[in-house]
């Protein structure tokens, strides 16, 4: 697959998340989780959800932890082919540069 598919298509897939979903069937039912969490979609959020046992948000969730393996799995790809590709490693030189290309140099 071409680099430029492969940052499309992680687009699509960071697009593709979900949380707004469980923010909305957390407010029709009145849901609130403790002050404790005060960050949303933190490791100690999402246990808080999982302890509510509500079926939709459980199942968002588990689309959540999907999503966000294959956007890891493909940022790794996105990374071996920058290494390849010299006009990728010029452009990430640029400031400016797209917010997915900043975040994969942190999984560096």
Same mark, same amino acid.
């Given at each position: 697959? +071409?680099?430029?598919?492969?940052?499309?298509?992680?687009?699509?897939?960071?697009?593709?998340?979900?949380?707004?979903?469980?923010?909305?069937?957390?407010?029709?039912?009145?849901?609130?989780?403790?002050?404790?969490?005060?960050?949303?979609?933190?490791?100690?959020?999402? +246990?808080?959800?999982?302890?509510?046992?509500?079926?939709?948000?459980?199942?968002?969730?588990?689309?959540?932890?999907?999503?966000?393996? +294959?956007?890891?799995?493909?940022?790794?790809?996105?990374?071996?082919?920058?290494?390849?590709?010299?006009?990728?490693?010029?452009?990430?030189?640029?400031?400016?540069?797209?917010?997915?290309?900043?975040?994969?140099?942190?999984?560096?």
């Amino acid at each position: 697959m +071409e680099l430029r598919e492969l940052v499309r298509h992680r687009l699509v897939l960071v697009r593709m998340k979900t949380k707004n979903s469980i923010h909305g069937i957390m407010l029709m039912k009145g849901i609130q989780v403790s002050n404790a969490c005060t960050h949303t979609f933190t490791l100690q959020y999402m +246990e808080k959800l999982k302890e509510l046992n509500e079926y939709r948000i459980n199942h968002y969730i588990s689309l959540i932890e999907s999503l966000e393996q +294959e956007i890891k799995d493909v940022s790794r790809k996105i990374i071996l082919l920058t290494k390849e590709n010299k006009m990728a490693k010029l452009l990430m030189t640029i400031p400016g540069r797209p917010i997915c290309l900043h975040k994969m140099d942190d999984e560096r």
